[in-house]
């Protein structure tokens, strides 16, 4: 897949494929099928996404197309994180203080 910045600059440089690219990312981080999934997965989404590296937006590619359950196992810290995940994008996901859950 290419990658979505010019130059690797960051968002100040992004293209208009990486700004489709991150809209269907931002899609599915939201539409996961569970209220639960859709608000871990999705306030993370929204609120890291402008300060990944095209390498973190790659892992966070592969890392939601596994299921829910896992995904928020390993941020619970439930379930053992696949070599594959872990470092510093899912060291930031177990922290939650990203979750904005309306009232």
């Known amino acids: 897949m290419p990658a979505p910045y010019r130059n690797g600059a960051g968002m100040s440089e992004i293209t208009s494929q990486g700004l489709a690219r991150l809209a269907r990312l931002k899609f599915r981080a939201w539409h ?3 209220r639960e999934a ?5 306030c993370f989404f929204d609120r890291f996404h402008a300060e990944w590296s095209e390498v973190e937006i790659e892992l966070f590619e592969t890392m939601i197309e596994e299921e ?4 928020m196992a390993w941020a619970l ?3 053992s994180i696949p070599e594959q995940y872990r470092g510093p994008l ?3 996901m ?3 203080d990203y ?5």
Do not use: H, S
């Open 32 to 34: 996961r099928g569970t």
């Open 94 to 96: 177990m922290k939650l």
């Open 99 to 103: 979750v904005d859950i309306p009232r």
């Open 77 to 79: 810290g439930t379930q």
């Open 68 to 71: 829910d359950v896992d995904i």
């Open 90 to 92: 899912m060291d930031r």
């Open 38 to 42: 859709d608000y871990m997965i999705g």
